[in-house]
């Protein structure tokens, strides 16, 4: 069939086959171009079709010369409607890969579940052994317990209601959101699905199968993001959950110090994804966010930072802040970036929006994400879906 993007809200409900395929390929190329590093060899990622999972399973097959296993929960085509972008996603991956004499297997299924980690502790013992690196980077709306109770994430505030600027991106037009405040049932079910339980989860059952190798790095990902944000992300409902990840980590090289485990968080910074379009004020400051770094030449995307994490940042001694957190968003921090973005945001409207934030480079990424928007790719041919 000819695929069109169909957007509802944040959502694109259609993904491209051949523009997905697109995508990984720039993607790979620019790890190829930013060269290599000595590091992990077998390395399992947990959340690994789209965003920073997919870039991370990227860098570390073309960057360090990688074998990997991947997890996630994608849909399959029907026949009538399109698969999901991170199936289509998985699919170029592995085919690039091998092609490139890389080992590539994916596993598509619900990373929380008991039966997820048994099949794939099977495959690393059967084609690894164990492995060196795990990346955990699940970044799931929701998550079925192992009493089998399903809870839920929510984006809200801690405390009172938070109100500022934000852009509806359908018509550009700024205007105020108020974002509610989180109920201690929705700050606890958000920590239970984007804390750092499962992350455990993983390392003990990959442990107590003895799949991991000794001295092994595992690592998750975070944003704290500017003040203007805090409220709603760092200090919000999410925050909370962050928090626990932080800990978690903490307790996870305490824990497994028998083995010589590292566990890291890495504290990325503001792109387009899934989740960050549909977090009210947060569209705003990336949009502006991403003029301002594009003039100061620190612009990156999901691939550039996760190159730059694994083949700079964690090539040979890990570099890390005061508080053991590797600090992937050094560049969206600088002070003269958010003094510049602090003005701005002041005296954005409707009427300067245009010319202060790079709104064209949003829908641009947002549009990729589903394999849209690539000027190689003809998108009025019949394609299988």
């Known amino acids: 069939m000819v695929v069109e993007p169909k957007v509802k809200g944040f959502i694109c409900t259609t993904a491209h086959p051949k523009g997905c395929e697109e995508s990984v390929r720039r993607q790979i190329a620019c790890t190829k171009k930013f060269g290599t590093a000595e590091g992990p060899k077998k390395v399992l990622v947990i959340g690994s079709s789209t965003g920073y999972g997919l870039a991370s399973r990227i860098a570390v097959t073309y960057g360090y010369g990688a074998d990997t296993i991947g997890v996630a929960l994608e849909r399959e085509s029907n026949g009538k409607r399109t698969a999901t972008a991170g199936w289509y996603n998985t699919k170029a991956f592995e085919k690039f890969a091998e092609e490139d004499g890389h080992y590539a297997k994916s596993f598509n299924g619900d990373g929380f579940s008991s039966e997820m980690k048994e099949q794939v502790i099977e495959c690393i013992k059967e084609d690894f052994g164990q492995v060196d690196m795990i990346i955990y980077s699940m970044a799931a709306p929701r998550r079925t317990m192992p009493d089998g109770v399903t809870v839920s994430s929510v984006l809200k505030t801690v405390g009172k209601p938070f109100t500022n600027k ?27 699905v984007m804390g750092g339980d499962d992350w455990r989860g993983w390392i003990t059952a990959l442990n107590d199968a003895g799949v991991i190798r000794r001295g092994a790095v595992t690592l998750a990902y975070s944003y704290i993001g500017p003040v203007v944000t805090h409220p709603i992300y760092k200090d919000g409902s999410i925050g909370q959950a962050k928090k626990d990840l932080y800990e978690t980590a903490a307790d996870l090289t305490s824990e497994f110090s028998g083995i010589g485990l590292r566990a890291y968080i890495s504290v990325n910074k503001a792109v387009v ?14 949009s502006l966010l991403y003029r301002v770094m594009k003039d100061a030449g620190l612009h990156e995307g999901c691939i550039e930072q996760m190159n730059r994490l694994f083949l700079d940042k964690m090539a040979g ?25 602090a003005g701005v945001w002041e005296g954005v409207s409707t009427e300067s929006v245009q010319e202060l934030a790079d709104i064209q480079e949003f829908w641009d990424e947002f549009y990729h994400m589903f394999g849209f928007r690539y000027d190689n790719v003809d998108y009025t041919e019949d394609v299988e879906i």
């Open 166 to 192: 934000t852009i509806d991106l359908r018509t550009n037009e700024i205007k105020e959101v108020t974002v509610p405040e989180a109920t201690e049932e929705e700050i606890r079910d958000t920590v239970r």
């Open 273 to 286: 994804t899934q989740s960050s379009a549909a977090i009210p004020i947060v569209p705003l400051y990336i």
């Open 317 to 341: 001694d890990v570099e890390t802040d005061e508080a053991g957190r590797i600090r992937m968003d050094d560049y969206e921090m600088r002070e003269d970036v958010q003094k510049k973005i």
